[in-house]
């Protein structure tokens, strides 16, 4: 068998880095208290703004990504259905990206199709996909999801929701069409976000809306469903 790609020096480093720079998260996350102060003060709305490119600006340096953990899970769930079309809402940095895209090269080849509202980030992410040797694989689309995704004609293997939590019912919806018989959509922070999620949980949760669905204690908790 040969080596899988996930532990080849090229991308394995430029994922060492990332890992590395979303451990400051924390500390990035201190300055969100005079952020808000700064908001009630001038009557600007940016941190719980209902504009989602607003809401995307102020959170720009943020990488609010996937640990490692979840990361090898999403290529070890990615290689096990032999994924070739993945869709990934939310790119962030570009991290669960990588790791799809590692799944998808070792399948065969195939597409990831990522999106992202912010645009340094989206910038950001191109890069690091880049330096790990992986943009022939990868599509960052930049704007709202709803936008970018939509018209898409390309059967899905597998869909990762790591975005705005108000959007991964709509999307489900918007993409179910695009879905095959033992498709995987998996949902991440159901466990940390659940009052937020709670209708898309139950959506999946449910068998007459076509999905069979678990929630795994990775993470902040990931919902894995498959498409009946």
Known sequence: MEKASLY???????????HEEAKK?????SKFGLLIFKDLFTGKRRIFSKDPR???????????????????FLYLIARSIQ??????????FGISTIYLAAAV????????ISTEIEPEKVKKAREHVK????????????????????AMDTEIDMIFLDGWKH???PLVKQLSN????NSIVIADDVSRFKKSLIEYINYMNDPSNGFISVILPIGDGMQYSIKG
Do not use: P
């Open 25 to 29: 998260d924390f500390w990035k996350f």
């Open 54 to 72: 607003s809401k995307a600006q102020a959170f720009k340096d943020i990488y609010i990504s996937v640990g490692e953990q979840e990361g090898k």
């Open 83 to 92: 994924a070739r079309n993945i869709i990934e809402f939310g790119t962030s």
């Open 178 to 181: 695009n879905l095959h018989s």
């Open 105 to 112: 090269k070792d399948n065969g080849g195939g597409k990831v």
């Open 8 to 18: 080849e020096l090229e991308i394995n480093s430029v994922l060492k880095h990332l």
């Open 167 to 169: 959007l991964y019912l």
């Open 131 to 150: 330096r790990a040797g992986l943009d022939s694989i990868v599509e960052i689309r930049l704007g709202d999801a709803t936008e970018t995704l939509q």
